[in-house]
Structure formats: structure tokens, C-alpha cells
């Protein structure tokens, strides 16, 4: 079966410390990207990236990292420099050029003690 | 920045009744505009979506409404059902096409 896999599902980090949240997609899209969902406020976008080799800043870029060394694999870092990191983390690919029609991961939630 | 208005922020709706969401828009280029359904701790999917050029699209109960020229477009959800409960949000492409702008979501509750 074609989709996004997104591990872990729960992740627990101590304030000082970097995680890494893992992103992979078989459907052969070459565009991926990273959303922050809150509690009210929706989807933010955090980095996105549309060729491998290629990423750009979203809105919300401070604080995260990203590298997209294979078209299957987008993983983000979340650093200490994210002062306020505990979220829902939502990874999403799409076919380049239909931006708009994208496949959502199952999400990480990231929690700092 | 360009913003997707979406009303109301929550909705609560009879078991048969028609919930009916809102979405406004500002940049007359965008050219498509999805509807996303998320159930709590899942990833949202692709609901519905529509293109300008036609005015309203359905599939099954779900009903997108389109006016271009207020720049709105609307989820209607047709006979609700306690499994619709869920948050919905629309969404459209930013001007360089590259991005999807989405709205902040409404939580649909479907009494049963």
C-alpha cells in the first residue's frame, strides 16, 4: 500500500535537547513538507521542499531543520532553539505541479518536559 | 500574507441536520480550493475540492459551494452523522502556487 509513514507517533523530549522526527512517502511524490498543527490555529507550514536536494523555509522556520537527501525521506529536526516545540508535527507529500492536493502522514506529537 | 478566512471556529449539529462551513478568500488568481477532514490524532485528508469554473460540485453528502465574485466558498454536509464529527478545513494555493494557505479549522460535533 502507497502512503506516508511518520514515526514515532509519540515523542518526548527534554528542554535543551534536538529530536529528530522521521518522514517517509512511497507514492513517488516529489514535492514533501512539514506542518505544526495547535490547537486553534490550524495548519502552519514549517519547511517544504519540492526536489530532492532542494528545501525552502515555510512560515514557521525558526527553531527546525530539514534535509532531503531521497525523494521517499524528509526528515525534520526540531532544535533547542524551538522555544515552545511541544505539537502536533504533520508530514505531507504531493505530486509537483497539483501543490494543493496533498497526503497527509498520521503525525507525530512531540511533547517537552 | 495571504490569509483563508474560515468560520465558524466550532459547530455542533443534529444527527440529520446540514452543517455548513465557510471559507473566504482574498486572491482572485487561486484556481483551486480543497476541503480537508482530520479526526482527532489522525492526519487530515482530502476531502472534496473544486475549480472555479463551476459553481458547485457534489460528492455523495458533501457539497462545495463556490462564489467567485464574493470570493467565498463553502462546505455543506448533507444528512450529518455522528461519524462526520470531525475538524474540517479548506484551503487554496498561495500566489506563487508552491504553498497551500489553509484555513484554522472548524470542529464539527454531530449529536447523535
Known amino acids: 500500500d502507497g502512503g506516508i509513514t511518520q514515526s514515532p507517533k509519540y515523542l518526548f523530549r527534554k528542554e535543551g535537547q534536538n529530536v529528530t522526527l522521521s518522514c517517509e512517502q512511497n507514492l513517488n511524490h516529489d514535492a514533501m513538507y512539514w506542518y505544526r498543527q495547535d490547537p486553534g490555529q490550524g495548519l502552519r507550514l514549517i519547511y517544504y521542499?519540492?526536489?530532492?536536494?532542494?528545501?525552502q523555509k515555510g512560515d514557521i522556520a525558526e527553531g527546525y531543520s530539514v534535509s532531503r537527501e531521497k525523494k521517499e525521506s524528509f526528515p525534520l529536526t526540531v532544535t533547542s532553539a524551538q522555544k515552545n516545540p511541544t505539537a502536533f508535527y504533520l508530514c505531507?507529500?504531493?505530486?509537483?505541479?497539483?501543490?494543493?492536493?496533498?497526503?497527509f502522514g498520521p503525525g507525530t506529537r512531540l511533547t517537552v518536559l | 500574507q495571504q490569509q483563508v478566512k474560515q468560520s465558524p471556529q466550532s459547530l455542533i449539529v443534529q444527527k440529520g441536520g446540514i452543517s455548513i462551513i465557510n471559507c473566504a478568500y482574498e486572491?482572485?488568481?487561486?484556481?483551486?480550493f480543497p476541503w480537508y477532514q482530520q479526526f482527532p490524532g489522525k492526519g487530515p485528508a482530502l476531502l472534496i475540492a473544486?475549480?472555479?469554473?463551476?459553481s458547485e460540485k457534489k460528492e455523495g453528502r458533501f457539497t462545495i459551494s463556490f462564489n467567485k465574485s464574493a470570493k467565498q466558498f463553502s462546505l455543506h454536509i448533507m444528512d450529518s452523522q455522528p461519524g462526520d464529527s470531525a475538524t474540517y478545513f479548506c484551503?487554496?494555493?498561495?500566489?506563487?502556487?508552491?504553498?497551500?494557505?489553509f484555513g484554522a479549522g472548524t470542529r464539527l460535533f454531530v449529536k447523535a
Open positions: 486572491n482572485t488568481a487561486f484556481d483551486y
Open positions: 505531507a507529500s504531493s505530486i509537483q505541479g497539483s501543490y494543493n492536493e496533498q497526503f
Open positions: 484551503a487554496a494555493p498561495n500566489t506563487g502556487g508552491f504553498k497551500t494557505i
Open positions: 521542499s519540492q526536489i530532492v536536494n532542494d528545501f
Open positions: 473544486i475549480r472555479p469554473d463551476v
